[in-house]
């Protein structure tokens, strides 16, 4: 066993890596960019080298860099985690030739099942089973437009390196192809230094399987069963779980034993996933694999009981796998929700921020998992992927599992950047989902399109939420506003601060917004008593009492508890179970209020491509500017129609939230 490695990573993946190889008395070596030096993986590593730089190409995907860490440092191996360098074939080499240990595939088997296209050539010749496509090494326009015809449509667009729903694009028709190939190019490129591309026939409302594979240094070779990862939002996997509900088992046993048939052609060594398309009627086709250690491995450690990270080591180290495939069995039912740094509202926008409140729920349940790579005072910027933990849940039952993952989603408390932990509670109540055993057709990967779009769009806030900002907003002021004040003796005027008037009652209007919309709430404060007006609505402040970090109301009878917490520019309020963020005043992010011209940045990145000119006439909702953040596009569109009159930011400018892209006057003509 190595005494020593180095993880060549960041977030949560490092951590829980850094916490496996401690377990087993395996010393640690973290790496780190400018802007990670006090992250939480560099602080249970045993030790940590920064890596020049803030961007992934500076740091986290500098090899040369990594390497002379590991050498000067004394580590056996390179652990690479997920992303980053964990496919790249040419990190593998340089730590071959190093006579440094890569924890994974050998180099040509990385450069040979990395690429979609040449997997696809590899596991036809060993008779698994294809989509329609076109996989072939000819990339020109024309080669390209044929083979899409020849496919017919609607077809998949996908970049033939990397994952994660990078350079992707469905098309329905032929004269939306060039458009959709020209993005899919510029995105793949971006984000794997590699343009080419495969075309496939697309199935509108597939599940999306995949197996867990093993191999040794030895030639042996097991399967650690399957996991449905069918809940996808822009080809991102959101919840994931193992096994997958109502696959027949001669179906689950041909998964299995396809998956290794992949590896075995493959010549495959380490941790692996062999991911699938399955349609309507549970016909399965190969559709690329992960030379990696995945996302969602801990469904399939809670399932089995095993250690994947512990498995990599003992292998990489030349062990042979702890166990045979007859002696692997499934128990229970595993369910991973991923926690993003996003805003469902606004159509998952990547967000930033200090972290300044963070609440797990550890240790109330063995079975409730929390990896999690952030801790209180963390900054979650631009630079890279979005998610900042992922919450694992296992029971004997998919619907006990179910409830304690929403049990344990309602617990999570972070402030300070907004989450998308509404939207996976919201997720998890849709019937489709939850009835996925008893009606498996309604599970596939247009589940959340279908259901979830309108829903994260009228997310409000509720009675209580705005309960709560008032009773911390008079506590500022005036400390518990129902019984205490600030002098001690009980016959003062002085006592009570609750707003009594000699001739009228006291009020305070609170102003605020939320999902962009404005509120004003009247407060009525009286002798020992408080009311509000809220949509229209009057509710009895009965009670008001708080704690070191929490505050208790009773809205009309009705008791609820929660946590809030203040920024410079923001609310967070924790309650029933629900996340809602405020701001004391409304700002718009798209058209600036003072002139009515200036279109405002409403996210953090870098500017990809500009789409117009100074001087070009645009219409509404035409897409003006592309902006990249965090690994991922986002195309800004017009909120009215005019003339470019000015243009702030040229191409691969970085530009903060709030800020004015460019301007735009009305057509007078």
Known sequence: MFSKILIANRGEIAVRIARTAKKMGVQTVAVCSEVDVNALHTRVCDQSVMIDGASPSESYLNGQRIVEAALSTGAKAIHPGYGFLSENAEFAELCEAKGIKFIGPSSSVIRAMGLKSSAKTIVEKAGVPLLPGYHGEAQGDEVLIAEASRIGFPLLIKAIAGGGGKGMRVVDRVDDFMTALAGARREAKNSF????????????????????????????????????????????????????????????????????????????????????????????????????????????????GEDLVEWQLRVASGEMLPKEQKDLKVKGHAIEARVYAENPVRDFLPASGRIQYLKERIGADPDVRIDSGVQVGDDVGVYYDPMVSKIICWAETREVALNKLNAALADYKLAGIQTNTNFLRALLSVPDFIEAEQYPENLNTGLIARHMNNSVQQEMI????????????????????????????????????????????????????????????????????????????????????????????????????????????????????????????????????????????????????????????????????????????????????????????????????????????????
């Not at 129902?482 to 002085?494: A, C, E, K, V």
């Not at 009057?538 to 920024?567: A, K, T």
């Open 193 to 304: 230094n590699n343009d080419h591309v495969l075309l496939e026939r697309y199935i509108k409302a597939p599940r999306h399987i995949e197996v867990q594979v093993f191999a040794d240094q030895q030639g042996n070779y097991v399967h650690l069963f399957e996991r449905d990862c069918s809940l996808q939002r822009r080809y991102q996997k959101v919840i994931e779980e193992a096994p997958a509900p109502a696959i027949d088992v001669d179906i689950q046993n041909n998964l299995g034993e396809t998956a290794i048939a992949v590896a075995k052609a493959a010549g495959y060594e380490g941790a692996g996933t062999v991911e699938f398309i399955m349609d309507e009627n549970q016909c399965f086709y190969f559709m690329e694999m992960n030379t990696r250690l995945q996302v969602e491995h801990p469904v399939t450690e809670m399932i089995t």
């Open 462 to 669: 509720s009675a209580n939420a705005v309960a709560l900002y008032m009773a911390n907003e008079l506590r500022g002021m005036f400390g518990d506003p129902l019984t205490s004040g600030p002098s001690s003796d009980p016959h003062s005027p002085w006592r009570h601060v609750d707003g009594w008037r000699l001739n009228r009652e006291a009020s305070r209007i609170f102003r605020f917004s939320c999902v962009d919309q404005t509120h004003h709430v009247v407060l009525t404060m009286g002798l020992g008593h408080m009311q509000f007006v809220f949509d229209d609505i009057g509710y009895e402040l009965n009670s008001v009492s708080y704690s070191s970090d929490e505050i208790q109301v009773r809205v009309s009878g009705i008791l609820s508890e929660g946590v809030v917490c203040e920024s410079a520019s923001a609310v967070t309020i924790f309650c029933d179970g629900l996340t809602t963020v405020i701001s004391r005043s409304q700002f718009n992010l798209d058209v600036d209020e003072e002139s009515g011209n200036l279109l405002i940045a409403p996210l953090p990145g870098c500017v990809r491509q500009l789409l117009v000119k100074v001087g070009e006439s645009v219409k509404k909702e035409q897409a003006l500017v592309i902006v990249e953040a965090m690994k991922m596009e986002h195309t800004i569109l017009s909120p009215k129609s005019g003339i470019v009159t000015e243009i702030f930011y040229s191409e691969g400018d970085q530009v903060l939230e709030g800020v004015e892209l460019l301007a735009l006057e009305e057509d007078q003509t």
